[in-house]
């Protein structure tokens, strides 16, 4: 059974840093993908980023320049996420794709950015 799972988030004020982390678990096979996406109150889910099994990256607009996606191997990845504002104020779903389409998603963490 794949179960992925993220920690990290949490209470942080403006201009401030978080570090988001996101573990897979279980047999898994031919990872495309693992990244973020978010969720804000009363809005669409949309991607913040993701990095595929050969590192290459994809960046929101909205974050581009002040976070960064990592990982440690296929089923670790890493949000840095510096310069926040109000705005990054979500829930972050991490995401695993696989190169047949399906996916696995996590249960969310909640990042709140405020004075």
């Known amino acids: 059974q794949v179960q992925v799972v993220e920690s990290g988030g949490g209470l942080v004020q403006p201009g401030g840093s978080l570090r988001l982390s996101c573990v897979a678990s279980?047999?898994?096979?031919?990872?495309?993908?693992m990244g973020w996406y978010r969720q804000a109150p009363g809005k669409q889910r949309e991607l913040v980023a993701v990095i595929t099994s050969s590192n290459s990256t994809n960046y929101g607009d909205s974050v581009k320049g002040r976070f960064t996606i990592s990982r440690d191997n296929a089923k670790k990845v890493y949000l840095q996420m510096n310069s926040l504002k109000p705005e990054d104020t979500a829930v972050y779903y991490c995401h695993l794709k696989l190169n047949s389409g399906y996916g696995y998603w996590g249960q969310g963490t909640h990042v709140t950015v405020s004075s």
């Open positions: 279980g047999i898994i096979f031919n990872i495309n993908f």
